[in-house]
């Protein structure tokens, strides 16, 4: 895999496969340009400083932690309105993101937020699942005098 992708890299990438890259992860690839946007814009205080991100962010972690049902109820509400309409109307909308990226980042940073709230609400929860399944290591030399644990 890795002599692979040093092959790759060696080579280059041709218009093509860029192409086909772009047009497979359409929304991926708008997303990482708005975000990567915004960074810049907040970072050399094209209109609004890092400040306003920062606590943007702090803000959407904070509720996707703590409500992370309607949270996760309204992205599936965005996402499936985005995925309904044709092409050139997501295209128009992923261009609107990249404005509002440049000049209100702190709106991305606040979704950016809510992301990672609900995901580590997600993934806390899935590791004590997987905690409380898993099965119990007796101590098999001492007398506890409870054969069953």
């Known amino acids: 895999m890795a002599k692979k992708f040093m092959d790759k890299f060696k080579e280059g990438v041709s218009v093509q496969e860029v192409e086909d890259f772009a047009r497979k992860y359409t929304t991926e690839s708008f997303l990482v340009l ?24 702090a803000i959407g972690l904070i509720l996707g932690v703590f409500f992370p049902v309607p949270v996760e ?9 985005y995925y309904r309409q044709e092409k050139i109307n997501q295209y128009v909308l992923s261009g609107v993101q990249i404005v509002v990226s440049l000049f209100l980042p702190f709106i991305i940073f606040g979704c950016i937020g809510l992301l990672g709230g609900t995901s580590y609400h997600y993934y806390t929860r899935h590791a004590q699942v997987m905690d409380e399944n898993r099965p119990n290591k007796h101590n098999r030399g001492g007398n506890s005098g409870d054969e069953h644990h």
Request: hydrophobic share 55%; charged share 15%; aromatic share 22%.
């Open 34 to 57: 708005a975000i990567v946007i915004a960074s810049i814009s907040s970072m050399y205080d094209f209109f609004i400083g890092p400040k306003l991100a920062i606590l943007f962010l």
């Open 73 to 81: 109820k309204k992205l599936k509400q965005y996402y499936n309105f």
